[in-house]
């Protein structure tokens, strides 16, 4: 088994985002069903927190800037861990993710394994 | 009371208070002395009693009684007035006599320390549990034994087992410090509620013991609600837990022992007072920032309060267990929870998610499979309610698994 790093990105900056503040609540549901079903199999290691969309940006020189970055479309919006064999499960337990079919988009990084 | 049902009453509330202060008194190195002494102080309530009558106040007889034989025995037996009674003089700052304090608080304060001492981590969970029976319940040998579905001289080793255990690692018998508290009072809870789960879910038939088991639990978890500084949320929510399950009781085992499954249940059998007892505990527990496992068991346990059918009711459950895994995985809180999504999203979702478990080891996975699999493809329910009946072990598992075969015989 290997961990693997599941980031939610999705729009968190644009005026019309989707999925929009509407969405978002419909999936609370079908979220915590998606995040129980990976628990379910005892594959889930860290699971998500809520983050607040506002945050802070450090740039060079110190500058700090209200974030999240403004000139990007696609912030993080979650991210949790899980342990699959490969990244094919992985990504078949990424495909749960319930904010997919409105435009969220899934990153899957698998950790490397330590010697 | 009848005289005849008097002693054992007494036995089984006293008994274990007199072997607490007299182990706190003593310290872990004399736990058979302090037993010895309230035993024979039994034995001598007995003989007297039989002869004199029963005493104006048997429990402040029991205790004197206690008390002079503890006395001479310290006068007796030089050896250990040299070794012992100096560092109980040193303790009680007592030059004279030593005092043998059987006063509610001390008999709570002694019973808290060695509730601490019993579920110390030196010692495996099983044999705290087994300990605890002995010394904090004053079970007997036999009861445990009966408990356990195993004999006298296994139960017999394993608390000498951990007895030694505790005292060759020096364990004080002491009032735990609030560090300790925080520390520990989890595994104490652990303990308390693999023993209320060995009387509530044990495959013995003998009844009695089993609801004795489940009561003894609920005494000491209901010690630790008493005393203040134990006095914590997840302490209420699984003293919440405990009395929702033990509200069944009576519904879900039928006169042969046979449990009966909880949608057979006739629910007017149901235990109202306990019910009602778990919401107090279960609205004590909502304070804090702490969610322990066992307020979302005690939310689970609650919403299975109500008998009818509600969609209100099984999305509660499934996000409860959906809660619970994140907390804590367990094979049988991911079958659970399973069954609670098909009662919210369906049988066809929950049969792709139950196919995912994996659990192919375990006979309740089959049982689920089965389940869902009923009036969608009864040839592969029936299949899988075969497979479940391999893997069975008891008698009241494969009885449950067999009706669930007869039932989608007569459909097919």
């Given amino acids: 088994m290997n961990e693997f790093l599941i980031v939610i990105h999705r729009d968190l900056t644009s005026k019309d985002a989707k999925p929009s503040p509407e969405q978002m609540q419909a999936a609370i549901k079908p979220f915590q069903d998606w995040i129980g079903g990976i628990a379910a199999q005892n594959k889930l290691v860290t699971p998500p927190k809520r983050w607040e969309s506002e945050g802070r940006v450090v740039g060079q020189n110190n500058v700090v800037t209200n974030g999240p970055y403004a000139e990007i479309k696609e912030s993080i919006g979650g991210m949790l861990t899980i342990r699959a064999s490969d990244y094919d499960e992985a990504v078949e337990i990424a495909k749960g993710c319930p904010i997919i079919q409105w435009g969220a988009k899934v990153e899957i990084r698998m950790a490397v394994p330590t010697e | ?412």
């Fill in chain 2, 1 to 412: 009371m009848e005289e005849r049902e008097l002693l054992p009453h007494l036995f089984r509330t006293e008994y274990r208070k007199i072997v607490a202060v007299l182990c706190y008194l003593f310290g872990i190195e004399h736990i058979e002395i302090a037993e010895d002494i309230v035993s024979d102080t039994f034995l001598s309530a007995t003989e007297s009693w039989a002869i004199k009558g029963l005493p104006e106040n048997p429990t402040a007889w029991l205790y004197t009684v206690a008390k002079n034989k503890t006395k001479n025995y310290l006068k007796r037996n030089s050896l250990f007035e040299q070794k012992l009674a100096a560092e109980i003089k040193y303790n009680t700052e007592k030059t004279e006599e030593i005092e043998i304090d059987l006063s509610t608080k001390n008999i709570s304060d002694s019973q808290l320390a060695m509730i601490f001492t019993v579920c110390n981590p030196v010692i495996s969970s099983e044999s705290q549990v087994a300990l605890a029976l002995n010394l904090l319940c004053g079970f007997g040998i036999q009861e445990i034994a009966d408990a356990y579905l195993t004999n006298k001289e296994v139960v017999y080793k394993r608390i000498n087992r951990a007895k030694e255990k505790l005292k060759s690692a020096s364990i004080k018998i002491e009032e735990p410090t609030l560090a300790d508290i925080n520390n520990r009072l989890e595994t104490v809870l652990t303990t308390v509620y693999l023993l209320f789960s060995e009387g509530y879910y044990s495959t013995s038939q003998n009844t009695i013991v089993r609801k004795d088991l489940c009561a003894e639990a609920m005494r000491l978890c209901y010690l630790l609600i008493e005393n203040e500084r134990t006095n914590t949320p997840a302490v209420n929510a699984l003293f919440a837990l405990m009395s929702f399950h033990s509200s069944r009781f009576e519904a879900r085992i039928n006169e042969n022992g046979e449990t009966i499954l909880y949608q057979d249940q006739d629910e007017t059998l149901w235990n109202q007072e306990l019910i009602n007892q778990g919401r107090y505990f279960l609205n004590n527990a909502s304070t804090g920032n702490q969610l322990s496992k066992y307020h979302l068991e005690a939310g689970i346990a609650y919403w299975h309060t109500q008998k009818e059918d509600s969609n209100d009711k099984w999305e509660n459950i499934l996000q409860l267990y959906n809660h619970l895994l994140i907390l804590e995985y367990s094979p049988i809180a991911a079958l659970n929870r399973t069954f609670a999504l098909a009662k919210t999203n369906g049988k066809k979702e929950a049969i792709i998610e139950a196919e995912k478990l994996n659990l192919k080891e375990n006979h309740f996975y089959y049982s689920l499979l089965g389940n869902l699999y009923t009036d969608i493809d009864n040839k592969k329910a029936r299949a899988h309610f075969e497979t479940a009946l391999q893997l069975a072990g008891s008698n009241a598992d494969k009885a449950t698994i067999n009706r669930n075969i007869e039932r989608i015989e007569s459909s097919l």
